[in-house]
């Protein structure tokens, strides 16, 4: 018979073997359970990767049929991977590459649109995304070339338009003083006309078919848009030229121009003829409001590192602040012999070298005109800038 001791041993143990049952079977349910997630996990993560690998196969079909080309750069700058328009227009074996190295020898020109100019004149608009640091950046290039020369055509329509509106304006500004050369012609037949008087009549016969001249240039330069060439143009020697041009203005108004010393050798891309004609009409205009005995300074100041200003600078009456926002239109002329095509031209000549044209100016304070042109950079040790 047992004692006590021992059957209330016996009933803990049977107590616990029931727990331990309990436990088990929960453990068993709990492993099942988790058997049966593991497998739902398993379908949804092949399910994933399935749709993964079908967003990837889009994705690269796109970039393959995508004409604009995509370009991956790492951290160092260095070409990673591109699409297939990429490399039609890099080339193949760029892979690898730095990137600014591939711009220089693919590319002739950039300017600050971010706008590529290849070596056949095609045009390319560049845009960029950060990626995260530690991946680098993507880039995408796109030929703009047909959308640059209908923009071009629909200017160029513009200012013709322009033009035809302004004819008969014109020609009554070209009739006055076309009248008046050959009235002062007819009087130089005369076998009686004093000395002193003929050389009146020829002075102002000169300045007449001068100031037609001027008028027929304008036109011109306005008409062609201030088109440009690629010639590397020296900024020092071009003022020198523009002085020297000016000459006979400057000295028929006894007027004064100061052109102020230049200290560093500067070059730009572009038509010297044109940036020439820019200049001039800065001058003239200054010598037509200041009348007589101007004092015309021009200078050439560096904007930061990519950009040049060549200014024209008078001490004249100065420009209120409603003729400033105007007096760059086609046509517009606050004076009785202006054709209203000078700074229109200017303007015009500058923005199609990649710049810009500004104006600084207080009442009774003189004004100061500036043309600003991105500057020519030189790779060291070559005598042409890139």
Same mark, same amino acid.
């Given at each position: 018979?047992?004692?006590?001791?021992?059957?209330?041993?016996?009933?803990?143990?049977?107590?616990? *073997?029931?727990?331990?049952?309990?436990?088990?079977?929960?453990?068993?349910?709990?492993?099942?359970?988790?058997?049966?997630? +593991?497998?739902?996990?398993?379908?949804?993560?092949?399910?994933? =990767?399935?749709?993964?690998?079908?967003?990837?196969?889009?994705?690269?079909?796109?970039?393959?049929?995508?004409?604009?080309? +995509?370009? +991956?750069?790492? !951290?160092? =700058?260095?070409?990673?991977?591109?699409?297939?328009?990429?490399?039609?227009?890099?080339?193949? #074996?760029?892979?690898?590459?730095?990137?600014?190295?591939?711009?220089?020898?693919?590319?002739?020109?950039?300017?600050?649109?971010?706008?590529?100019?290849?070596?056949?004149?095609?045009?390319?608009?560049?845009?960029?995304? !950060?990626?995260?640091?530690?991946?680098?950046? /993507?880039?995408?290039?796109? =030929?703009?070339?047909?959308?640059?020369?209908?923009?071009?055509?629909?200017?160029?329509?513009?200012?013709?338009?322009?033009?035809?509106?302004?004819?008969?304006?014109?020609?009554?500004?070209?009739?006055?003083?076309?009248?008046?050369?050959?009235?002062?012609?007819?009087?130089?037949?005369?076998?009686?006309?004093?000395?002193?008087?003929?050389?009146? *009549?020829?002075?102002? +016969?000169?300045?007449?078919?001068?100031?037609?001249?001027?008028?027929?240039? #304008?036109?011109?330069?306005?008409?062609?848009?201030?088109?440009?060439?690629?010639?590397?143009?020296?900024?020092?020697?071009?003022?020198?030229?523009?002085?020297?041009?000016?000459?006979?203005?400057? *000295?028929?108004?006894?007027?004064?121009?100061?052109?102020?010393?230049?200290?560093?050798?500067?070059? /730009?891309?572009?038509?010297?003829?044109? /940036?020439?004609?820019?200049?001039?009409?800065?001058?003239?205009?200054?010598? #037509?409001?200041?009348?007589?005995?101007?004092?015309? !300074?021009?200078?050439?100041?560096?904007?930061?590192?990519?950009?040049?200003?060549?200014?024209?600078? #008078?001490?004249?009456?100065?420009?209120?602040?409603?003729?400033?926002?105007?007096?760059?239109?086609?046509? *517009?002329?606050?004076?009785?012999?202006?054709? @209203?095509?000078?700074?229109?031209?200017?303007?015009?000549?500058?923005?199609?070298?990649? @710049?810009?044209?500004?104006?600084?100016?207080?009442?009774?304070?003189?004004?100061?005109?500036?043309?600003?042109?991105?500057?020519?950079?030189?790779?060291?040790?070559?005598?042409?800038?890139?």
């Amino acid at each position: 018979m047992l004692h006590q001791n021992e059957k209330d041993r016996l009933a803990e143990l049977e107590q616990a *073997f029931v727990l331990f049952n309990q436990t088990s079977n929960q453990l068993t349910q709990a492993y099942e359970a988790l058997q049966d997630q +593991v497998v739902h996990l398993q379908a949804q993560l092949a399910k994933s =990767d399935h749709e993964k690998h079908r967003v990837a196969d889009r994705l690269e079909r796109l970039l393959t049929l995508l004409p604009a080309g +995509v370009i +991956v750069l790492n !951290t160092e =700058d260095q070409i990673i991977e591109m699409n297939p328009s990429a490399q039609a227009i890099l080339g193949q #074996d760029v892979q690898g590459d730095n990137w600014n190295k591939v711009v220089k020898r693919v590319f002739v020109s950039r300017n600050d649109a971010e706008e590529l100019v290849s070596h056949t004149g095609t045009v390319y608009q560049l845009s960029q995304v !950060t990626l995260d640091l530690a991946f680098g950046t /993507i880039l995408l290039i796109q =030929d703009v070339t047909a959308a640059r020369h209908l923009q071009d055509h629909v200017n160029r329509h513009q200012r013709l338009r322009s033009m035809g509106e302004m004819a008969a304006s014109l020609a009554h500004q070209i009739r006055t003083p076309l009248a008046a050369a050959l009235l002062y012609v007819s009087q130089l037949v005369s076998p009686n006309m004093e000395l002193d008087k003929r050389e009146k *009549f020829t002075h102002k +016969v000169l300045l007449n078919l001068k100031h037609l001249e001027g008028l027929v240039k #304008d036109m011109l330069q306005y008409a062609k848009g201030g088109s440009t060439g690629q010639a590397q143009i020296d900024l020092g020697s071009l003022l020198d030229d523009l002085v020297a041009s000016l000459e006979q203005q400057v *000295f028929s108004t006894d007027s004064e121009l100061v052109l102020e010393p230049v200290s560093k050798s500067i070059s /730009i891309r572009g038509d010297r003829d044109s /940036i020439i004609t820019a200049l001039q009409n800065l001058v003239v205009n200054a010598i #037509d409001v200041v009348r007589l005995r101007a004092k015309i !300074t021009i200078s050439m100041v560096l904007v930061g590192e990519e950009w040049v200003d060549l200014i024209v600078t #008078d001490q004249g009456p100065g420009v209120t602040k409603d003729v400033q926002d105007k007096i760059f239109e086609p046509f *517009f002329t606050s004076r009785a012999k202006g054709t @209203g095509l000078g700074l229109a031209v200017v303007r015009t000549i500058a923005e199609a070298h990649g @710049g810009e044209v500004w104006l600084k100016s207080l009442p009774g304070k003189g004004a100061k005109f500036g043309i600003r042109l991105p500057i020519c950079k030189t790779e060291r040790g070559a005598n042409e800038c890139s």
